[in-house]
């Protein structure tokens, strides 16, 4: 029986659609209770995956309670579709129902396809109203690409599935409507009779009555005499009754049948009566088929906090600019709010930190005192500054150290002993980033690895988990604009970056036949090896400050060596070349800069640590036991990428020294967000709220500088600060740029890292904003005084988040609720009072922050 209905449905799988004449309605009838299964499991799986993603956001006792209740739009979606797939006997209601269905049930089943996929590879449901914005540049469209198997193989699945199940999704959905229509009809024929009664008694309508027949027996079959004779009737099954005057006959024993699916489903009627009013259950509730539409739109809520939101008295940290004297005159790219108009007034409004109620500033502070000493010294100055950004980078893999989580499921891998030629690879694998932190990875046997020098901050946080917006936090010392995808350049960036503030320097500081470098002018410069295509990071870098001739991409070196037969350089993938292939580039650009008297402000994006972490060659090294299973193939290729980028910041740092110029360079390392692979499988920090997505690295280095390492919070909005402190501090410029970096110093939100970090002071704490990935879904907050975690939701589909990392550091059991109020009283039964009032300040730090963000890019959601 199986194998006949599966021919069958799969005969007009390979069938084309329904077209015209006796061939559609021929193949229609073949197919219509296969394309009805495929509807019913792929709206079916579709709700519970959904379900499952948010089980954990509702209290088990009203899981229990209302889960019923939302698969009923997933239940009258299906008996829409069930009428849609009977028989009709009019060849064009044939060809009309076939292309609303088939069509419909592959654009469904190819959501939810991707969207399993996509959960199980990044832990993350796709938010449907993000479709419109997804970029359509080659390297985004590779991008979704590799997700492009699982969508296959899930897509498939659905589709055996299917064939295997026809015809009995057909057949239980005629059950059910059988059983309604009986029950119904015994409900209302005494109505009806009194009705129609009335109407004759009073003489209307005898003509019309007498062409109704309403008692006329109503067919629950839809099949042909030929097709009754080989396949089962589901009213045969259900001995349900015609519709007719003997109803009072009906046996004891077909009304207990009936009940079967009555009561089931009056109760779920009732149940979804009686529901409370909850923007959790009713996005829960939500079918498919309605999800690219309805439950998503979150103006209600942005518009809210746009309200007037005040925070200690304070509705925006906006206000006039702190005026600079040193400023040259005309119109310089960052420094827009300073343009004065004829009246002599400022035309535009800027961050000013005296009007910010979340400001905590440390520069009153002293410098750490194992700094003191070197910064004064004579020997100390930063001529250049080189900052990376490494992609896709963990905390705990730079270095690997042992005893780390990351560390500890290699160990669990190999069962607790690792082979010994597996134990040298890792012993090796990140001896650079032991060099730069000064911390070693416990996998050395001899030896120890011997400090590069510098901060070490073990407890950095980045700014935004989306590249772009990273690299933006960094190179601006700001907060990412909260908006999905990068759209920064699109508005007013509204701190000058770090290009803009070297620029107007060397506006006033321009002497390049100096002898003394103080006096050089700066050449900002950005390198990646990659493409700089995917969501127009083209238009971003240059909107940083970085000139395009002073912009180095894949394109770029695709058009330098356009004909150079000796080039032979190889891009490991779609994203371009292995970061390696920048060192000649690297020492050009030095040695042009020493021999031109230009002083460096490199920004370097690495890239192949990017997933799909793909190797030159496609070589990789055993370094977790591909036996153990799970997602260890990934883990495996990550780390070889880990490990070719540590070999390349070596040679990054012999090239400083082959230059002469390593005493003279601040070297700066973060990562641009961090990968919870190993937490939670996941591929991508997309609506990823696990802290092993923010958690990463961050050196400042230089060989002169001792080795210091600092715990305390700290975030990458800080690196610009704490650089221009220390070119200030160091005397690493002339009086009139000292003067200037001590001005501009104030108005950035950061602390500088070379002083102490102050929690909180009178008024709040220092908190530390996170923009996640894509931007506009929801932001992440902590606080320097606290171990808690909050995330908050700016639309409904996303739940408060709460965790405390002291107690839980890799966020097993995290807190999560759709309402705020429910999350507080989760919060209560399970930790002290001290984390509810916790969360109820930044709650509220946090909406009012959300809101000015807005206004400072000047930018509206709503």
Same mark, same amino acid.
């Given at each position: 029986m199986l194998a006949s209905q599966a021919l069958g449905s799969l005969k007009f799988v390979c069938c084309a659609l329904p077209a015209r004449g006796l061939r559609a309605t021929l193949n229609w009838e073949l197919s219509r209770k296969f394309w009805f299964s495929f509807l019913c499991i792929v709206t079916i799986c579709a709700k519970l995956l959904h379900i499952y993603a948010h089980w954990d956001s509702i209290p088990l006792t009203q899981l229990l309670l209302w889960g019923s209740t939302f698969f009923l739009q997933d239940i009258i979606f299906l008996m829409i579709g069930y009428v849609l797939t009977l028989h009709y006997h009019r060849k064009w209601a044939c060809v009309l129902?076939?292309?609303?269905?088939?069509?419909?049930?592959?654009?469904?089943?190819?959501?939810?396809?991707?969207?399993?996929?996509?959960?199980?590879?990044?832990?993350?449901?796709?938010?449907?109203?993000?479709?419109?914005?997804?970029?359509?540049?080659?390297?985004?469209?590779?991008?979704?690409?590799?997700?492009?198997?699982?969508?296959?193989?899930?897509?498939?699945?659905?589709?055996?599935?299917?064939?295997?199940?026809?015809?009995?999704?057909?057949?239980?959905?005629?059950?059910?409507?059988?059983?309604?229509?009986?029950? =119904? +009809?015994?409900?209302? *024929?005494?109505?009806?009779?009194?009705? #129609? @009664?009335? !109407?004759?008694?009073? $003489? /209307?309508?005898?003509?019309?009555?007498?062409?109704?027949?309403?008692?006329?027996?109503?067919?629950?079959?839809?099949?042909?005499?030929?097709?009754?004779?080989?396949?089962?009737?589901?009213?045969?099954?259900?001995?349900?009754?015609?519709?007719?005057?003997?109803?009072?006959?009906?046996?004891?024993?077909?009304?207990?049948?009936?009940?079967?699916?009555?009561?089931?489903?009056?109760?779920?009627?009732?149940?979804?009566?009686?529901?409370?009013?909850?923007?959790?259950?009713?996005?829960?509730?939500?079918?498919?088929?309605?999800?690219?539409? =309805? +439950?998503?739109?979150? *103006?209600?809520?942005?518009?809210?906090? #746009? @309200?007037? !939101?005040?925070?200690? $008295? /304070?509705?925006?940290?906006?206000?006039?600019?702190?005026?600079?004297?040193?400023?040259?005159?005309?119109?310089?790219?960052?420094?827009?709010?300073?343009?004065?108009?004829?009246?002599?007034?400022?035309?535009?409004?800027?961050?000013?930190?005296?009007?910010?109620?979340?400001?905590?500033?440390?520069?009153?502070?002293?410098?750490?005192?194992?700094?003191?000493?070197?910064?004064?010294?004579?020997?100390?100055?930063?001529?250049?500054?080189l900052v990376f950004k490494m992609e896709s980078t963990r905390y705990d893999v730079f270095p690997l150290r042992k005893g780390s989580y990351m560390h500890n499921r290699i160990l669990e891998s190999y069962k607790g002993k690792i082979p010994k030629e597996v134990q040298a690879r890792l012993a090796n694998l990140t001896h650079t980033a032991e060099r730069l932190t000064g911390t070693e990875s416990g996998l050395h046997k001899n030896g120890t690895v011997k400090p590069y020098g510098g901060i070490h901050a073990t407890n950095s946080y980045t700014a935004g988990t989306f590249t772009l917006k990273s690299i933006e936090g960094t190179t601006c010392g700001l907060a990412p604009l909260v908006r999905d995808f990068n759209h920064e350049y699109e508005h007013h960036i509204y701190q000058p970056c770090m290009p803009h503030v070297l620029d107007v320097l060397s506006a006033n500081t321009n002497n390049s036949k100096s002898d003394d470098f103080v006096d050089w002018p700066w050449r900002p410069r950005f390198m990646q090896s990659i493409t700089d295509t995917y969501d127009h990071q083209n238009l971003l870098t240059p909107a940083l400050g970085f000139k395009p001739e002073n912009i180095l991409t894949s394109e770029a070196i695709d058009k330098e060596h356009l004909n150079d037969t000796s080039f032979h350089g190889e891009k490991f993938n779609f994203w371009g070349y292995p970061d390696h292939d920048l060192a000649g580039y690297f020492r050009d650009v030095i040695h042009q800069a020493e021999r031109d008297h230009e002083r460096l402000f490199i920004t370097h994006l690495t890239g192949i640590t990017h997933h799909p972490w793909d190797t030159p060659g496609k070589h990789y090294k055993d370094l977790m036991s591909q036996s153990w299973g799970g997602n260890s193939r990934d883990i495996n290729r990550y780390l070889n990428t880990i490990g070719i980028n540590d070999k390349w910041f070596g040679q990054v740092l012999d090239i400083l020294a082959e230059t002469g110029i390593a005493n003279e360079t601040l070297v700066v390392m973060t990562g641009d967000h961090g990968l919870s692979l190993l937490e939670d499988n996941s591929i991508t920090p997309y609506d990823n709220p696990h802290v092993a997505n923010f958690h990463v690295p961050l050196v400042i280095s230089n060989p002169l500088l001792p080795p210091i390492e600092i715990n305390s919070s700290v975030s990458s909005i800080q690196i610009l600060p704490t650089i221009l402190d220390l070119l200030k501090e160091s005397g690493s410029l002339d009086e009139i740029s000292t003067r200037a970096i001590s001005e501009l110093l104030p108005i950035y939100e950061g602390q500088s890292m070379i002083r102490p970090i102050v929690s909180e002071n009178e008024h709040t704490q220092y908190y530390q904003f996170t923009v996640m990935n894509t931007g506009g879904s929801m932001v992440a907050m902590r606080s320097a005084s606290h171990s808690f975690r909050l995330v908050v939701p700016l639309v409904p589909e996303v739940e408060w988040r709460f965790t405390d990392i002291e107690s839980d550091p890799h966020e097993k059991h995290p807190i999560k609720s759709f309402d705020l109020e429910s999350l507080k009283t989760a919060i209560a039964l399970e930790h002290s009072a001290d984390a509810v009032q916790w969360v109820n300040s930044a709650a509220q730090a946090g909406q009012w922050w959300i809101a000015d963000n807005w206004r400072r890019y000047e930018y509206s959601p709503v």
């Open positions: 129902a076939g292309l609303v269905v088939v069509p419909m049930s592959l654009v469904l089943s190819v959501m939810a396809a991707a969207n399993t996929s996509f959960f199980f590879l990044t832990g993350a449901e796709i938010h449907w109203r993000q479709a419109g914005s997804v970029n359509r540049d080659p390297a985004s469209v590779n991008t979704l690409l590799t997700g492009l198997t699982g969508l296959v193989i899930v897509e498939v699945i659905f589709f055996i599935a299917s064939i295997f199940a026809s015809p009995y999704p057909f057949h239980a959905a005629e059950a059910v409507i059988g059983v309604w229509v009986v029950v =119904v +009809g015994a409900v209302f *024929k005494p109505l009806a009779r009194f009705a #129609l @009664g009335q !109407i004759n008694r009073l $003489g /209307r309508g005898k003509k019309w009555l007498s062409r109704l027949n309403i008692y006329e027996p109503v067919p629950l079959s839809d099949y042909s005499d030929e097709q009754e004779k080989t396949l089962p009737h589901s009213s045969s099954l259900l001995d349900l009754p015609q519709l007719d005057d003997h109803l009072s006959s009906t046996s004891w024993s077909l009304w207990i049948k009936r009940s079967l699916f009555i009561i089931p489903i009056s109760v779920v009627l009732l149940l979804r009566v009686l529901r409370p009013v909850d923007s959790a259950y009713t996005y829960l509730s939500h079918t498919l088929a309605l999800s690219p539409f =309805v +439950g998503v739109d979150p *103006k209600s809520r942005l518009t809210e906090m #746009l @309200g007037n !939101i005040e925070l200690n $008295g /304070r509705r925006t940290a906006l206000g006039s600019p702190v005026p600079f004297d040193w400023l040259p005159e005309g119109d310089w790219p960052g420094f827009r709010d300073w343009k004065v108009s004829s009246t002599g007034e400022y035309e535009h409004q800027h961050y000013n930190p005296a009007n910010d109620p979340l400001r905590v500033s440390n520069l009153d502070e002293g410098i750490l005192e194992p700094l003191r000493d070197v910064l004064k010294s004579e020997d100390f100055k930063i001529k250049h500054v």
